[in-house]
């Protein structure tokens, strides 16, 4: 019966999968680009040879705080509230630097795709995970009461 319970009902199973596979594509992304600038950095010195010079630290907030909400969610595979929250977490504080640096109305079609729509992608999944620990929470209360 707790199987049952933590495991949810047939929408709540298919929620946690589709959330769990889209999170482990953008987990995927994320981890080839870091393992690139890794690499880049070991064998040249210098994590991107292509980089602006003098450009505003700000911009550096939004890729760190995407790959931290990335790591959330390869930790909802095994903590759903814990790695959804911290995904959903990274990603609000990612959105106010987002509309404040680069404002949606100056490039309004090309900013839809980069960087709003990079920000939803990553926060698409978040918010699933958090849907299904929601789900799971309520049934196992409901399972417990009765």
């Known amino acids: 019966m707790a199987n049952l319970a933590r495991s949810g009902n047939g929408t ?3 929620i946690r999968w589709i959330a769990r596979i889209w999170g482990s594509l953008v987990l995927a992304v994320a981890l080839l680009i870091f393992a690139g600038y890794a690499w880049s950095w070991v064998t040249t010195e210098e994590a991107d040879p292509h980089a602006v010079e003098d450009y505003p630290p700000i911009e550096n907030l939004p890729p760190i705080l995407m790959f931290v909400a990335a790591l959330g969610l ?3 595979w095994r903590w759903e509230g814990l790695g959804g929250a ?3 977490l990274a990603q609000l504080v990612t959105l106010p630097v987002l509309l404040i640096h680069w404002s949606i109305t100056v490039g309004f079609p090309r900013y839809l795709v980069a960087p709003y729509g990079t920000w939803l992608i990553v926060t698409i999944p ?3 995970f958090l849907i299904c620990w929601w789900r799971s929470r309520e049934s196992e209360v409901t399972s417990s009461g009765a």
């Open 12 to 14: 709540t199973r298919r």
């Open 74 to 76: 390869g930790i909802a």
């Open 86 to 88: 911290i995904a959903v």
């Open 126 to 128: 978040g918010i699933l």
